[in-house]
């Protein structure tokens, strides 16, 4: 079968290489759709090396993906799993028991980036049948920010502040809106993700760097009553986000970050102090899965399938997939690979 | 009255001319917020405790996050004292002359929009709060003070005034510990052996931690926290950093502690933290710090760890009163290791903390 592999730094190559088998309690799934991640681009440019580095290279990668069963392994649970079935999986086979973090296409054998992979039975979640695949893939994306804002216990009436406009920006409005926010600030970056988050529910979008860092702050304090945001969620992660978001959150809120940052920040931990700030990090799903299928399922969403702006065949995954969202990135949202 | 007061780079002078009466409507602390209150008393201070803040106050370095720059002002804010009178409208049924009480330094605007003031566990994070001996004219190193009396709590008849003065810090550690969720079980490092970082321990050790570390600068310092319960010390003197992760991730089965609370606020005990936390974990700020330290987002992100902040206390006197009438804490008067008459405030009492700051845990100044 074709896979995308990473063999080191900008050195992806799709190559062909023997099909995965389905172990005891494993699932094969060809794979229908995979959606290409900001951790994967750092990934391909080599900043996130100590993660990859667990598995002998090459490794399979792309962590966002939907497909079909062709195989249950021996051990699976014959009344919940078929052959046939659609799914969406979860990626994070994560165990606080144990200090490392196994993760589907990043730290793992095989990756959705290819036109089979082997899951555990346990990370396979069903589509229902009027859920299409492409939206399948969404559902990982969705489920990161759908736990991120569970995780910064953000509820009905609350206000948010989103920083940057990109997929899980995007995808985060969608999710505080589902929520019932009263307030939902987003700053982002260019013309295209700026009317795109607009359409999706955002309150109000603050254009960077025309409007600036103080803007926001103020813009947002205006916004809340003076009290600033109850959740100010980094989607981003810059030295300037981190700023606003330490000052526009509200005296004993929550700074929810998701972002993956290419420097280190220095933070104002008297500010941080001072305000009581809970500073919270969130990367996994939290058993959120069934819930945000299900809510898709009702129509929770709408618009999803605006969000897909490329689909790419895997063969071009490097020089379309990866090049539009490095050279062209305000022009897009998500990128779907199909195999 | 004597009242040291705070000159911007000279020593604390007497001033005998200040002395509030008390009004019906009493005009109250903060000039750059006046707070009118209806109810007053006035008490008179007996111990009043010296505080890291206050060294960071007297050398100019205190952040102007927590300061107001309305010079004179009066310092000392761990005190406690005796109700010598009460205002016309304070509530005669609950408070009496002659209660001895323990003072909660922080005040709130009370304001009706204002959100933080809105619940009394929140206050203190109320963006126009003052507070005696940080940002207004009062403070504990005086005779007497003015206050409204719901920042008095009266002290119980087994719990001596010395112990009152030591309420303040407790309250803080209390507060970190109660908002790190400290669970029967949980293991917990502290950063810093100080007061806060020793009450921590004693905190930490009540809300039924199964191991509590603790790292410090000092034999009697960690003499003192060895002897106060801690699972291990560590003598920063003698063990670097790498050997304390180390150390604390063979002691908790390589997974890393429930929480770390950093008592000590500097770019070295942040990066320990992030280190030494288990997947999921808490790391509680409660120091005051010099400098912003650079932090590790990735690891932060990649471990899902929870950064909270506890600054002071709001509404967590009553209980961490009630946990001392009750003998939860044991021998708490064996960490005062000086006591000062006021007059030598500076000469003996903040001297004490600059340079022998190894050889002392709380200095109490005698009112």
Redesign the interface.
Known sequence: MKAALFYGPENVRVEDIPDPVAGPNQVKIKVAWCGICGSDLGIYYGMLSD?ITQRPLPVGIGHEFSGTIVELGPGVDANKLAIGQNVAVSSNV?S??T?S?RMQGVSCDGGGLSEYVVVEQDAVYILPAHIPLDIGALIEPLTVSWHALEKAQFKAGDSVLVLGAGPIGILIVKVAKVFGASWIGVSGRGAKRCSLVREHGASVVYAVPEVTDDEIVAETFKAT???GADVVVDCA?TQST?DVALKAV???GTVM?????KK?????????????????????YGGAHPEVIEAVAQGKFDKLDALVTLRVPLTEFVEKGLRALTHEKDQHVKVLIHP | MFVSRRYLNQSPARDKSRSRSLGEHDQVIGRAHSVVWGKTYRQSIYRCGICGTDLSIYYGTLSETFTSQHLPRGIGHEFSGTIIALGPKVDAIKYAVGQNVAIEPIIACRQSDCTACSSPTTRNICPRKNCFGLSSPSGGLSEYVVVDPELAHILPSNVPLEIGALMEPLAVSWRAIKKSQVKPGDSVLILGAGPIGIFALEVAKVFGASWVAISGRGTKRCDLARQRGASAVYNISLISDEDIIAETLKATGGRGVDVVVDCAGRQNTLDMSLKATRLGGTIMNAACWEESPAIDMNVMLAKEIVLKNSFGYAGDHPEVIEAVAQGRFVNLEGLVTLRVPLDDFVGKGLRALTHEKDKHMKVLIRI
């Open positions: 993660v994560y606080l028991e200090p973090t009553k003076g009290n992660g981190l509200r005296p004993g970050n998701v972002a993956g940052w280190f920040p220095e933070m104002n931990m008297n500010l941080c102090l001072a305000k009581e700030i809970v500073l919270s990090n969130s990367l996994g």
